[in-house]
């Protein structure tokens, strides 16, 4: 049981269901949005970069390399998750080497747990999605950790400085620093947490029920996913706070040149 329609069926549909980007578009040039060119694009590279991993996986899910090519898959993910990520380091040097194994540990930490509680069945159907899930949310994670951290340290040079010319150490300088950064980093997640199966039904549990899965089943499958999504997210937002005092200080404890560039 699933979606009742073929691929090609499925075309027709979403050709149809394109009548809601039309609309848009014609909004837009009405109300002088300016949003039209920027909405078909959007649309346009997003889905078609669905349908190109969709073939992926297509081949992926029938070839018996499939973990050779899970491996190549994650590679990419966790090096374009950490160079995404990196931009939020404004005018920090080699940001990627804070953000890259930050979102390596975070989230591998996850997918392993969920693999020793047999969660997460050893198989490309269930590993690709999970992993998708686990990378993309500790990249997100990370880019608000590092984000928020720069932003309270570049506000808090002063009193930093003044703490360190007192003999502080730069670990303890920064302490409040880092957990400003990992809470704030973490409220959106705790806060789609809080209002799971109210605001909305999330998407592995409605991708579960269109695929007819008891919804009980269905709803603790989600609560997994959110654990680890949790879980991984912690781990990466403090593995950003640990890494980045190499980079915001010096080997003398002094704040970094760059933090001083406009």
Known sequence: ?????TPLEGLYILLAASSLLVLVIILSFYKKLGIGKEFTYAIVKGGGQL???????????????????????????????????????THMPHAFQITTPSILIGATTALIVLALSRAMPLQPQYIIPLAGMAFGNSMSICSLSLDRLVREIN????????????????KQAMEEYNRLS??????????????????FIPGAMAGLLIAGTDPLVAAEYQIIVYLMIVGGGIITAMTVAFLARKKIFTEYDQLAEWLYKE
Do not use: C
């Open 182 to 199: 990992i809470r704030a980093a973490l409220i959106p997640t705790i806060d789609r947490l809080k209002t799971l199966g109210v605001i």
């Open 51 to 89: 349908v190109l991993i969709a073939l992926f996986l297509t081949f992926l899910f029938q070839t018996k390399l499939w973990i050779f090519l899970i491996w190549i898959l994650l590679l990419t993910m966790i090096i374009v998750g950490g160079h995404t990520s990196a931009k939020r380091a």
């Open 155 to 170: 506000l808090n040079r002063t009193g930093i400085e003044s703490m360190l010319s007192l003999g502080i150490p730069s």
């Open 1 to 5: 049981m699933g979606i009742p329609y």
